[in-house]
């Protein structure tokens, strides 16, 4: 079993930055990491996905060259660094673990390959 606690988010302004954190706990931390987000009325959608050794790495084309995703395994975190940020990027932020051993859709993974979801946090740009 892995929990995942997130923190981070909160509001910004149009244009700035927020980091993101995802700390894993319960078991080693041997998973993919995903982040998803979903705004209001719509379904969750993948933002950006990490391998344990952070040799794969995918972003959703709406965040590519804005967000960055990364991991320290030795502190069992996953973060999600988000610059540029437009108003179209609010929405309730979600991180999501895999086993390393199941398959993902690539390059766009789907939130049903993940099994495990942290708690969710809020992202609201101001523009």
């Known amino acids: 079993q892995v929990q995942l606690v997130q923190s981070g988010g909160g509001l910004v302004q149009a244009g700035g930055s927020l980091r993101l954190s995802c700390a894993a706990s319960?078991?080693?931390?041997?998973?993919?990491m995903g982040w998803f987000r979903q705004a209001p009325g719509k379904e969750r959608e993948f933002v950006a996905h990490?391998?344990?050794?952070?040799?794969?790495?995918y972003y959703a084309d709406s965040v590519k060259g804005r967000f960055a995703i990364s991991r320290d395994n030795a502190k069992s975190t996953v973060y999600l660094q988000m610059n540029s940020l437009k108003s179209e990027d609010t929405a309730v932020y979600y991180c999501a673990a895999v086993s390393t051993t199941a398959p993902i859709t690539v390059p766009r993974p789907r939130a049903d390959d993940y099994d495990y979801w942290g708690q969710g946090t809020q992202v609201t740009i101001a523009s």
């Open positions: 319960g078991r080693t931390f041997s998973y993919a």
């Open positions: 990490i391998s344990r050794n952070s040799g794969r790495i």
